[in-house]
């Protein structure tokens, strides 16, 4: 059973934006959607093979969780949750700024400030202080919002014309008002919320919150116990934990990219924890695999279809013999597509096809639609993990003799099966999506068919 989203893919939704953690989804000019994976990505780089499990669960129901307790203080995106990784939001213009609240020198902050930093996007700090020591009132410390997420002061914020003097003034008002909510509501359950990003935009030439809120990823927490216990040593519950792991577990100089499973899991029950602690409730956790839950909500709300089933074609040439196959895929309820991709020509698309398709959230077959020397079953076969299904488009029996053997014989490992006509080529795709709601459809066609030929026996008989 899958218990974590690392990839989030589907043929049958446009992927406007992979981010760190989240991918966004087209749904039109109004709404998106967002897919919170259970990624983890520290000092500006994604770590490899180091999901963590709940992860994007906990981000995203978080999230939500404090957009509803925030929107007396400003309006957000957020429109429905979906499913514990997914949410639909509003189509917003973004500032490319994060606001940035700090309450206690500590994290990156007190990094440049041991090595001699004074001044952090303008904000000043006087000589003297200990870690994690409380700032007399919690300052301001905003970042450009991109690849290296860079220190930058009002001044350059308006200079640069990232935001009008106006509009900043809101952020800056409504971000200390957001942090001193949630300080003041985590207080009363014994949380300090010690640090914070906000991130902006427009909607309908409102200014809303947007991205997430008081999040593991996006916070700092402190358990008030801990840190009045011992201060410097208190015990992050939150993602810089891992932050901490890596700095001490450097490689000639260079943090490691790989977390260790006992790492991963520590990570993973610390993010349930502070889950509850905020909520006063446990992660709602399915028994589901996470990929089916995931493919049952999103056809459910009718985002995607039962299934996808593409022809690929070698040239524009192929096409007539797609349209026939594509007839008979049509009163099935998927989603059909034509692409084309020569095996010889431009076989380098083949990754960016298997990229999709692979990680694909529904069930997808591929049908390859090319004949003289067919390549390209094989080079599709060979780098799918979904059924392949050629079909070539034979122009008479003669042409079938003397090039059926470039699509019979594959080589090891490129499990192509091969289907001369059209009509059976889309059965074949169909039967090999294994979907219950098609099986049924195919059980009532075949219970026709041998009625039909029952009844046609017995005309003849009569």
Known sequence: ?????EKFESPQL?????????????????????????RISAFNKNLKNSAIPHKGAVLNTLTNFWF?????????????????????????????????????????????????????SGAVAPDGLSSNQKFPEPILTPTTKDEFDSEISEEEIIKTGLVDSATYQKMKEVSLKLFAYGSDFLAEKGIILVDTKYEFGFYEGELILMDEIHTPDSSRFWKKEDYDKSPEDVVQADKEFVRQWMLKNKIKGKTPDVLPPEVIEETSKRYKEIFKDITEEDLPVSNFDLTSRIYQNLLYKGYIKHGYVAMIMGSKSDLKHAEKIKSHLDKFNLTTEMRIISAHKNGERLVELAEQFNHGI??????????????????????????????PPFSDKTDIMLNINSSLIMPSNTPAVTVVHPDNAALAAIRSLNIPQFKQQMAKDIFNMKENLIEDDGEIRN
């Open 1 to 5: 059973m899958i218990n974590t989203l």
């Open 14 to 38: 446009e992927k406007i934006h992979a981010g760190k953690v989240r991918d966004s989804i087209r749904i039109d000019d109004k709404k998106r959607m967002i897919v919170v994976t259970d």
């Open 68 to 120: 509803e307790k925030t929107k007396h203080i400003i309006p957000n995106h957020f429109i429905e949750q979906i499913d514990d990784n997914i949410t639909i939001v509003k189509e917003c213009k973004p500032i490319r700024i994060e606001m940035i609240v700090r309450a206690y020198l500590t994290g990156s902050m007190w990094r440049g400030y041991q090595k001699g930093q004074r001044v952090f």
């Open 362 to 391: 529904e069930p997808i077959a591929v049908i390859a639609i090319a004949g003289r020397s067919n390549g390209l079953g094989g080079a599709l076969a060979a780098n799918l993990n979904v059924p392949v299904i050629n079909c």
